[in-house]
Structures are given as C-alpha cells and as structure tokens.
C-alpha cells in the first residue's frame, strides 16, 4: 500500500520562509513525477510545484522565484523550500506521486501566511 507523508505546515508571518517534506513508502515504480499542489479555500487544486526522477523541475508562474523543489535524499521523498511567502499562498499543501495511470496523494499539509 503506498502512503505519502506530509510535513512542514505551519504559520509564517509575510517575507518568512517553510521547508515542507513527503516521504512517499510501498511498492512505487515507474514515477513519471512528484510534486505538491495546493488548494485554497473555495478554489480549485492547482499544481505548485513538480518534479521528475531525472531531476527536471517545473513551477507554477505564481511561485517561480521563490519556491524550490528537490529530490530528498533517501528514496521517494521530496521537498518544496518557500521564500517569501505571501498571504496567497495561504492553501493547504498537498504533496503527489505520478505513475502512467495512477496518482497517489498525502493528508495535505496546511500553510498559513499571515500580512
């Protein structure tokens, strides 16, 4: 059974900065991408941040600049690193794993920015 587990939420005042951490367990293979989403109150899920085994790394516009996402070190985990945050990327965060026909999500993980 593959499990993601989230961490790293919390409260941040406007400026500050979150590491926000998914280990992914279970029988993963042929991972096309991880990534987070977030998803604001009222909004739709939108795509944050994404990355593929090889390394190749994609954002949304909104966060390009200031949010950077990596490969852990061990296996199938991944990190976003956020700076400067602004009250609009208040959501909650929601890390994934890709496969060709299947995509496995965490609990989410909510981030609160506060002006």
């Given at each position: 059974?593959?499990?993601?587990v989230?961490?790293?939420?919390?409260?941040?005042?406007?400026?500050?900065?979150?590491?926000?951490?998914?280990?992914?367990?279970?029988?993963?293979?042929?991972?096309?991408?991880?990534?987070?989403?977030?998803?604001?109150?009222?909004?739709?899920?939108?795509?944050?941040?994404?990355?593929?085994?090889?390394?190749?790394?994609?954002?949304?516009?909104?966060?390009?600049?200031?949010?950077?996402?990596?490969?852990?070190?061990?296996?199938?985990?991944?990190?976003?690193?956020?700076?400067?945050?602004?009250?609009e990327?208040?959501?909650?965060?929601?890390?994934?794993?890709?496969r060709?026909?299947?995509?496995?999500?965490?609990?989410?993980?909510?981030?609160?920015?506060?002006?």
């Amino acid at each position: 059974q593959v499990q993601l587990v989230e961490s790293g939420g919390g409260l941040v005042q406007a400026g500050g900065s979150l590491r926000l951490s998914c280990a992914a367990s279970g029988i993963i293979f042929s991972i096309k991408s991880m990534g987070w989403y977030r998803q604001a109150p009222g909004k739709q899920r939108d795509l944050v941040a994404s990355i593929t085994p090889g390394g190749s790394a994609s954002y949304a516009d909104s966060v390009k600049g200031r949010f950077t996402i990596s490969r852990g070190n061990a296996e199938n985990t991944v990190n976003l690193q956020m700076n400067i945050l602004k009250p609009e990327d208040t959501a909650v965060y929601y890390c994934y794993v890709s496969r060709t026909y299947t995509t496995y999500w965490g609990q989410g993980t909510q981030v609160t920015v506060s002006s």
